[in-house]
């Protein structure tokens, strides 16, 4: 049996895939999580072959959960599960370790099949999307990355000063280099321009 844990925040996707897994007679799915840190916790509980995840979620997005059983390390391969059909997102995938990314609208039975492929040390990705991710590289670092995603949900620099542990004026730095990087006008447009290519 392949042993599986699924993450997913939304709970009527979350109930979908495990039912939809569990159809099949050679997987198990041994643990259910709507949140990154709540996954990683099974994850090292349960030590699963495979972990099907999606990438926004709540507490820890699902590359940060890849890089954390990278890191552990665990026996556990990872495979994004995500509406994100953008080069940058898998780039950052795979660096962080994930084995597998795959779009929600793929067919159901592309699933199974995928999870199987990783479980024998495989990878799978989809050709076009892995010839768009090393077309365009992503220019940021993982600080100012950071940064400008709390400033585009709307954090201020002392907000995100005081959440991260640095002076205004470095926040404001990482921002200026964000901005300047991406061609933008300003740190709004800076994050939306990152997250249309997937490197926030």
Same mark, same amino acid.
């Not at 844990?5 to 109930?15: C, P, S, Y």
């Not at 100012?144 to 926040?171: C, F, K, N, P």
């Given at each position: ?109 592309? *699933?199974?099949? !995928? $999870?199987?492929?990783?479980? &024998? +040390?495989? #990878? %799978?990705?989809?050709?076009?999307? @892995?010839? =768009? ?41 990482? *921002?200026?280099? !964000? $901005?300047?990087?991406?061609? &933008? +006008?300003? #740190? %709004?447009?800076?994050?939306?321009? @990152?997250? =249309?290519?997937?490197?926030?």
């Amino acid at each position: 049996m392949i042993r599986v844990v699924v993450a997913e925040d939304q709970k009527m996707v979350l109930g979908a895939l495990a039912a939809l897994l569990e159809i099949e007679g050679d997987i198990e799915v041994v643990g259910r999580a709507q949140d990154g840190l709540a996954a990683l916790a099974i994850c090292r509980e349960q030590r699963p072959d495979v972990l099907l995840t999606d990438i926004e979620m709540p507490h820890m997005t699902g590359l940060e959960l890849a890089a954390a059983i990278k890191r552990d390390p665990l026996p556990t391969r990872v495979i994004i599960l995500t509406t994100f059909a953008r080069g940058g997102y898998l780039r950052r995938a795979l660096e962080s370790g994930a084995s597998g990314y795959l779009l929600k609208d793929s067919p159901a039975e592309h *699933l199974a099949n !995928a $999870i199987r492929r990783v479980k &024998a +040390g495989g #990878r %799978v990705v989809d050709p076009e999307l @892995a010839a =768009e991710a090393w077309s365009e590289p992503d220019p940021l670092t993982d600080r100012e990355r950071q940064v400008l995603r709390m400033a585009g949900e709307g954090d201020t620099s002392a907000e995100i000063a005081s959440t991260l542990h640095l002076s205004e004026g470095t926040v404001r730095n990482y *921002l200026s280099e !964000a $901005i300047s990087k991406l061609g &933008a +006008g300003n #740190r %709004v447009e800076a994050a939306r321009i @990152a997250r =249309e290519k997937g490197w926030l």
